[in-house]
């Protein structure tokens, strides 16, 4: 069948003209109509009434139509008969297995054999067909292995699949009398190539011809997945429609998905008397329940009818192959994965030397490109970028790059990358494929192939699938008329990426990730002695007053960005600081021992909360412009308790037992640090009177995946409210949840009566 590119999904009206501007959206599944060479009939289960019939229920048994619509199933084939069928309705749910029931009809004065074959469809609906029946009877599954069983001993010896092919093309032209059978294989995008063909040695050959993917529209090969075998005894045909034409209780066309009497579409139809056949059947070959090929059988000289039998050993003979394929090509995986795997082995064992940077293991010996072969790989990590081979320039790699990490894959890649990146200009001779491992933070293994010029064989030139016939005063496009070998040059692709070849590089970024997080933890442990460094060591005593302090790690020993300060100034003064930079890792780590070190050293020398926050916003633009922070600084007046303070973005400190909740101290919000250019920090003042306190915290303590932050400040003031003099490991303690996904912070200030 022929179809046009670019169609939508929705499906055209039922009775619309079909040509090929809109055949690949035709409703291929209900046609309306059948081949007359039997007759369908749509019953209501279980009683079995007729509420649709084919047309030719009158030339065929010399009923008229109205004497059948709306009548039990004896109307059509007598009581005798109608019993059989109501027995096997009645007692299996699976009627396919059943197919066909034998049975004898007096037509025209003489008794005719008929096959009948059922299936059911949802809501009630029975398919009945009834054929003239050919050949040996009675029909049986074990006559049906009999038939191909030497057929299927040979599948089962062949080695390679050209044997399986060229075995599968010859039994099943030996067993249904057709000129021609042909192995189509389909490749990603559903082009087909004749990887196998038996014929009559006067007709020319079609072996190594590709026929495009539109030759067969998306909605066939979905219905092909279905129904496994499709017959056109007569090309030449007249439908039969059905009467009425829409189902009397639902109103629609009934779905001939699975009715071996299936019309087909004319534009098919016209696609075979393009070719010269006469008669045509077609087989489906299956790999994980998806259309993987076909077998394709052409007669020429006349209509040619298999009878039901052979067909089905035709289909059990497709079956086979269909299994044998898939075996065939595991094992054929298995070999490749097998000399992948032990590459792989020597990658990974070499990730595990920590002395040696990860870019330098992967380009070793052996190397990448031992992996997955290409003309060049490069390697990114951990800031370390190193290529081998031949690879495009650094901003050829970046834009093939940024088009992978696009998508939501951690493994992508493209044979044609100037279909994917036309706008990009690269050089098919350096990067006409590529094959992109994403790793975390924007690291990356990217392989380049060069181009590789194939020549295609194609059956008439697929670009000239629509051809212009003129009928009057109207122009209709039609399928292609010549299917004379035509030769295509395919230009700007690489050579196909392999299964292997993708797992491969799964395989690969799975342990990059493990070897990846087994160093950063080492580099975490050092992070984590940073921190702890710079957390004070002792809180000064003052006198009247207490001071104290707890940090708690993120679960899963992550090191993140919380810190706090505390030191008195010369005057006597009080400062007190509790920050959060955002993030986690080594990197955060050292921004946060800059922002403490610049923040202290400012207040040190007698800036104010406000002023001081100020110049750490103005140092962190300038010298970590992806740093981004939230800080609290107070000074304290420790003789009358006046507190000067300044927030950059942080959340408010509680003030505590003023009330049985406590409530938030009076400082005004200014931005993060990190955020704006200029950001004016506003001053805020207050006293924290005696017996009265300060609570500071990091928003890990208030913070619980799924729950409102709200929520957990909320449950913090009254767990604070008339607390009293209560240390900041208790508040960790009475708030703790088993673990927390961020480090938490907490530092307490209390004013006791003198």
């Known amino acids: 069948m022929t179809g046009m590119d670019g169609a939508d999904d929705g499906f055209v009206p039922v009775g619309t003209p079909i040509d090929l501007d809109n055949c690949a959206r035709e409703p291929i599944h209900i046609p309306g109509s059948i081949q007359p060479r039997g007759v369908l009939a749509v019953l209501r289960?279980?009683?079995?009434?007729?509420?649709?019939?084919?047309?030719?229920?009158?030339?065929?048994?010399?009923?008229?139509?109205?004497?059948?619509?709306?009548?039990?199933?004896?109307?059509?084939?007598?009581?005798?008969?109608?019993?059989?069928?109501?027995?096997?309705?009645?007692?299996?749910?699976?009627?396919?297995?059943?197919?066909?029931?034998?049975?004898?009809?007096?037509?025209?004065?003489?008794?005719?054999?008929?096959?009948?074959i059922l299936h059911r469809e949802p809501g009630g609906v029975l398919l009945f067909e009834l054929e003239i029946a050919y050949g040996e009877r009675p029909f049986s599954f074990p006559n049906?292995?009999?038939?191909?069983?030497?057929?299927?001993?040979?599948?089962?010896?062949?080695?390679?699949?050209?044997?399986?092919?060229?075995?599968?093309?010859?039994?099943?032209?030996?067993?249904?009398?057709?000129?021609?059978?042909?192995?189509?294989?389909?490749?990603?995008?559903?082009?087909?190539?004749?990887?196998?063909e038996d014929r009559r040695e006067d007709l020319n050959s079609f072996l190594g011809l590709h026929y495009p993917s539109t030759d067969i529209p998306a909605q066939a090969r979905a219905l092909y997945e279905k129904n496994w075998?499709?017959?056109?005894?007569?090309?030449?045909?007249?439908?039969?429609?059905?009467?009425?034409?829409?189902?009397?209780?639902?109103?629609?066309?009934?779905?001939?998905?699975?009715?071996?009497?299936?019309?087909?579409?004319?534009?098919?139809?016209?696609?075979?008397?393009?070719?010269?056949?006469?008669?045509?059947?077609?087989?489906?070959?299956?790999?994980d329940g998806k259309l993987w090929g076909l077998i394709a059988c052409h007669h020429y000289d006349r209509p040619h009818l298999p009878p039901y039998g052979t067909r089905a050993a035709a289909e059990f003979l497709g079956s086979t192959l269909s299994l044998r394929l898939v075996d065939q090509f595991e094992d054929d995986q298995l070999r490749n994965r097998l000399s992948a795997q032990a590459v792989l082995t020597r990658l990974i064992a070499a990730t595990f030397d920590d002395r040696l940077p990860l870019a330098e293991t992967l380009l070793g010996t052996p190397n990448l490109l031992d992996l997955v072969p290409a003309e060049g790989v490069v390697v990114n990590i951990n800031g370390d970028r190193r290529s081998f081979g031949k690879v495009p320039d650094s901003e050829a790699v970046e834009a093939v790059v940024g088009w992978a990490r696009a998508g939501v894959d951690d493994v992508v890649s493209a044979e044609c990358l100037s279909r994917e990146l036309p706008a990009v200009g690269l050089d098919p001779q350096l990067a006409a494929g590529a094959l992109v491992v994403n790793l975390p933070d924007d690291q990356y293994v990217v392989w380049f192939r060069r181009e590789v010029v194939r020549s295609v064989d194609w059956g008439g030139d697929p670009s000239n699938k629509a051809i212009a016939v003129q009928e009057g005063d109207d122009v209709r496009l039609s399928p292609r008329k010549s299917f004379e070998r035509w030769q295509e040059l395919v230009h700007g692709c690489g050579q196909p990426w392999s299964r292997t070849?993708?797992?491969?590089?799964?395989?690969?970024?799975?342990?990059?990730?493990?070897?990846?997080?087994?160093?950063?933890?080492?580099?975490?442990?050092?992070?984590?002695?940073?921190?702890?460094?710079l957390m004070p060591e002792s809180l000064p005593e003052v006198?009247?007053?207490?001071?104290?302090?707890?940090?708690?790690?993120?679960?899963?020993?992550?090191?993140?960005?919380?810190?706090?300060?505390?030191?008195?100034?010369?005057?006597?003064?009080?400062?007190?600081?509790?920050?959060?930079?955002?993030?986690?890792?080594?990197?955060?780590?050292?921004?946060?021992?800059?922002?403490?070190?610049?923040?202290?050293?400012?207040?040190?020398?007698?800036?104010?909360?406000?002023?001081?926050?100020?110049?750490?916003?103005?140092?962190?633009?300038?010298?970590?412009?992806?740093?981004?922070?939230?800080?609290?600084?107070?000074?304290?007046?420790?003789?009358?308790?006046?507190?000067?303070?300044?927030?950059?973005?942080?959340?408010?400190?509680?003030?505590?037992?003023?009330?049985?909740?406590?409530?938030p101290a009076p400082i005004q919000?200014?931005?993060?640090?990190?955020?704006?250019?200029?950001?004016?920090?506003?001053?805020?003042?207050?006293?924290?009177?005696?017996?009265?306190?300060?609570?500071?915290?990091?928003?890990?303590?208030?913070?619980?995946?799924?729950?409102?932050?709200?929520?957990?400040?909320?449950?913090?003031?009254?767990?604070?409210g008339g607390a009293g003099d209560v240390a900041a490991s208790q508040i960790w303690s009475m708030l703790a949840r088993e673990f927390t996904d961020d480090d938490v912070t907490v530092m307490t200030l209390r004013r006791s009566t003198p």
């Open 669 to 720: 919000l200014s931005p993060p640090i990190g955020v704006a250019r200029g950001a004016v920090y506003a001053p805020s003042s207050f006293t924290v009177e005696t017996d009265h306190g300060l609570v500071l915290y990091s928003d890990g303590l208030v913070e619980r995946r799924g729950r409102a932050i709200d929520d957990g400040l909320d449950e913090l003031g009254r767990t604070l």
């Open 543 to 663: 006198e009247n007053w207490s001071l104290s302090a707890h940090y708690e790690p993120a679960a899963g020993d992550n090191v993140g960005g919380d810190w706090y300060d505390a030191f008195t100034l010369r005057d006597g003064r009080l400062i007190v600081v509790l920050g959060d930079v955002a993030g986690h890792g080594v990197t955060v780590a050292g921004i946060m021992a800059q922002l403490r070190n610049v923040l202290r050293s400012q207040l040190f020398a007698g800036a104010t909360p406000a002023e001081a926050l100020g110049q750490l916003n103005t140092f962190s633009l300038h010298m970590l412009p992806r740093a981004f922070a939230t800080v609290v600084v107070a000074r304290v007046d420790l003789g009358s308790g006046q507190v000067e303070a300044a927030s950059a973005g942080h959340l408010m400190p509680f003030v505590t037992n003023s009330v049985s909740h406590a409530v």
């Open 229 to 287: 075998i499709r017959l056109i005894d007569d090309v030449g045909y007249t439908p039969a429609p059905l009467v009425p034409a829409v189902d009397p209780e639902r109103g629609e066309p009934q779905d001939l998905t699975f009715a071996t009497l299936r019309s087909v579409s004319p534009i098919h139809i016209e696609y075979l008397q393009n070719m010269g056949v006469q008669a045509s059947m077609s087989i489906s070959l299956l790999r």
């Open 144 to 196: 049906t292995y009999q038939a191909v069983r030497g057929s299927v001993e040979q599948l089962n010896q062949a080695a390679t699949l050209s044997e399986l092919y060229t075995t599968t093309a010859r039994a099943v032209r030996e067993l249904t009398g057709f000129d021609r059978v042909m192995v189509y294989r389909y490749d990603q995008d559903y082009n087909g190539e004749v990887v196998a």
């Open 501 to 533: 070849e993708l797992e491969s590089a799964d395989t690969l970024r799975g342990q990059l990730v493990e070897s990846l997080y087994q160093r950063t933890r080492a580099a975490l442990r050092v992070a984590e002695l940073l921190q702890r460094s």
């Open 45 to 116: 289960e279980p009683d079995l009434v007729i509420r649709q019939v084919s047309a030719n229920v009158t030339e065929l048994l010399g009923l008229p139509v109205d004497e059948v619509v709306g009548h039990e199933l004896s109307a059509l084939i007598g009581p005798e008969q109608a019993a059989r069928v109501e027995q096997a309705t009645s007692t299996f749910a699976d009627l396919r297995s059943r197919n066909p029931l034998e049975c004898e009809l007096v037509v025209d004065g003489r008794l005719q054999p008929f096959d009948i």
